[in-house]
């Protein structure tokens, strides 16, 4: 029988090394008896049989697998080092795989890491320091009592370090005590138990735990599950949950009995009234994106960030219609700012159209779309959005009075022509509206957009451009090629 | 009247936020304070430092500024016409309660909202400015929640950003003619518009520039909102609707569900009821089926609106939609796994991984922690077939509390 002495301090690193020895030597698991601290002498006698010797293994184990092992030996299980060692002979001889649960000591193994991270969590959480030197000292001194029930203290205390980086600390436990100085981290063997005496600040902090809590929500074994009684002792607002607990039905049933107040009369005199969107006839081209934004003409409205008004020059030759915002002009309040919009741009550059030469709209001006996780899916507008949202179009038309209006795509067309039949026909043409206005229908450039096939994607591409050239000569603009 | 010590406003202005369910502190930008020169960290997951008997989790100290408000939202304790008392903390006393609350290890960091005085802005600037103080004078390294006044003006919301991790705007209610009705002076297109410009942001601080600078950090634990269950009419359906909504629009972290709870004094226009715990428990069950098991909300609510109350929506689900049990758990994929009840991401990527390199059986599915009770019926494998209970007409009696005699007084 090989007897290895594990350090109190450094315990895992020792067992790493050792285990790493062992198994060179190739030293089977059950020939080890694995201790912690100073030899006590061995009942049995250390000096039995030599052991058994089997083939000698190179341990050689995946990043995941080592930080588990190490985790999981910070147990208080004392067969924790034989059952580690079993394990990786067999990981290394490839036995066994690393999260094979279905190897009892492998889960076991893994269901001690899951003990030990929680009490190293809870370390993290739960102590509580006190103030032991002067709050003026350049460098503050803080103390802490703190029972873990596993053996974390150096697993858990590069947290505070990393934390608490400006200020000296000391965790003390019953077993090892951390030390943070001068920005050096050290571990002891605790000597006293002594608790550092009580802070002026922790009746601040009963102050808040007991205003914090909400009486008409008191769920008593949601608190215990995640903060169980046994840490209850080191911490300063323990104190106060009993009482807590016992007056909370009364205090809720106080304020539902209570009788119901009707509001003071300051009350009107004091709260802003919010300016109310001018609606109806009076509204112009500069008074309508507030108008817009309240508009609930159909149902688009309530689920879009805000609506997108036309843009360009109020009284341009040509006037540019879309289908409706996407999700770049959703959030910008901007028409053509997406994906679609540099496209468009891109095409108009090429003819020598600019922007600011003409008047840019939509159809209709608040975004539909479909949620699907984390995305907004695009949804066409149907016939009744595009008949309420026509109001507000016909206000551009009014306003800008363009010489020639460009319908992109099949939405554009319907809303302006009233005739939603499919645009691939109609494409490159010029529609007369009653009224006299004239429209020349073309591809929506989000079309261009969705074509997969490239071939395809170049013509639709040409036809676009095409067609905004035309458009540019029609009303009579100059070509601007930069 | 004595002038309130910092205790006094502590106990007020606590009370008057507990309101706000959120207090997450995780994810955001990873910051120490190993190199001596200032205090705290953050990133990576959060720490709850203690637990109401509420069973709330407090991880951040949760203050209000103040709670004086000019306006009159007729669910808050703090509404202009309640007549609770009033406090105002100054932006050193929050500053120092924050830091010397941290120092002691109680907090991961401040969660701090408020009323609205004087007017947004000027509300929003005291914010800011107590943020700033934090980063700037403390070379403070923790976490800091700031709820954004989407009345605010956009280079306040742009500073706030800047010194916050979180941003959070609360729609409150989950329909606009809710708000309209309850908050008055509150406005639905406002607040939506506000955390579009978040989600803009926060959007832009990830582009690089293309000489590969990288813009100012905003917000980088994201955006998150809430919204009040039982103060007005909407059913389950419409607040996962309008939960899923927000989730596409505006990439928000989480999305909160407050029952809407007691208050003191009430007001005439909502009277006070037993804030309904259980529904808001199958809301969040609900949000996670969203967020992390590729349901659609509309999947999830019945044709009635509302959640069952004594079964888990995922396990309603999968009642009402026999026809996919039962499942194989050696040829599923991922996403028909996530629907089995019981099963949750982890045990399922567990039982992916161990398929890689044997066929599972039955008793393998307790070590990798699956749910049996509620599994057995929907799942075939190796050592146990569920014969006729996928079909079986009492198989929802199995699952849900037995029924009660009602009092008859």
Sequence with gaps: ???????????????????????????????????????????????????????????????????????????????????????????????LRWGDRSDPAMCRLLLQEKAVRRDIHKMHAFVRFREVGLPTAPRRAFAAWFEPEHLIVEAAAPFFA???????????????????????????????TARPPEDATEALWRTYFA???????????????????????????????????????????????AMPTFAPAYTDRLRPVRPTPITGPAVTLATMKPALDACRRCGLGVCASQAVAGEGLAQAALMIVGEQPGDAEDLSGRPFVGPAGQVFDRCATRVGLRRQDCYVTNAVKHFKFSARGKVRLHQRPDAAEIEACKWWLNLELREVAPRLVLAMGATAALSLTGNGADISGRRGSIETLPDGTRVLITLHPSHILRLTDPASKTNAEALLTQDLNQARQLAGLRSNTP | MARKTIQDKLAILADAAKYDASCASSGGQRRDSRDGKGLGSSGGAGICHAYAPDGRCISLLKILMTNFCIYDCVYCVNRLSSQVERARFTVDEVVHLTIEFYRRNYIEGLFLSSGIIRSPDDTMAD?????????????????????????????????????ADRLSINVELPTEQALTQLAPEKSAQTIRKAMADVRARREAAKDTSHRGTRARRFAPAGQSTQMIVGADDATDGQILGSASQLYASYKLGRVYYSAFSPIPDSSHLLPLIRPPLMREHRLYQADWMMRFYGFAHEEIAPKSGMLDLQIDPKLAWALANRAHFPVDVNKAPREMLLRVPGF????????????????????????????????????????????????????RARFAPPPEQLSLF
């Design chain 1, 162 to 192: 990393r934390r608490f980086g400006d200020m000296d600390w000391v965790i003390a436990t019953p077993t090892v005590t951390a030390r943070f100085e001068d920005g050096a981290l050290s571990f002891d063997l605790s000597r006293s």
């Design chain 2, 127 to 163: 914010m800011v400015r107590i943020a700033r103080t934090l980063r700037e004078r403390e070379n403070f390294r923790g976490y800091i929640h700031l709820k954004t006044i989407p009345d605010a003006s956009p280079d306040l919301i742009d500073e706030a950003g800047r010194w």
């Design chain 1, 211 to 257: 205003n914090i809590f909400n009486p008409a929500r008191l769920m008593v074994s949601a608190m215990t599950s995640e903060m169980p009684r046994k840490y209850w002792k080191n911490l300063p607002e323990a104190a106060l949950i009993p009482d807590m607990i016992r007056t909370a039905p009364a205090r809720a049933r106080a304020m539902q009995e």
């Design chain 1, 1 to 95: 029988m090989r007897v290895v002495q594990l350090p109190h301090l450094g315990t895992v690193a020792a067992w790493r090394d050792e285990a790493r020895m062992l198994a060179l030597d190739g030293i089977p698991p059950e020939a080890v008896l694995w201790r912690v601290g100073a030899d006590a002498g061995d009942l049995f006698g250390s000096a039995g049989a030599p052991a058994a010797v089997g083939p000698s293994v190179t341990l050689k184990l995946a990043r995941d697998a080592v930080a588990g092992l190490e985790t999981a030996l910070c147990h208080s299980d004392p067969e924790r080092f034989a059952r580690a060692y079993d394990v990786v002979l067999r990981l290394a001889r490839r036995d």
């Design chain 2, 344 to 395: 949750g991401p982890r045990s399922v990527d567990r039982i992916l991984a161990a398929r890689r390199h044997r066929t599972l059986r039955y008793e393998d599915l307790v070590p990798v922690g699956c749910v049996l009770r509620h599994a057995r019926p929907f799942i075939s494998l190796p050592g146990w077939s569920p014969r006729g209970l996928p079909d079986d007409e009492n198989l």
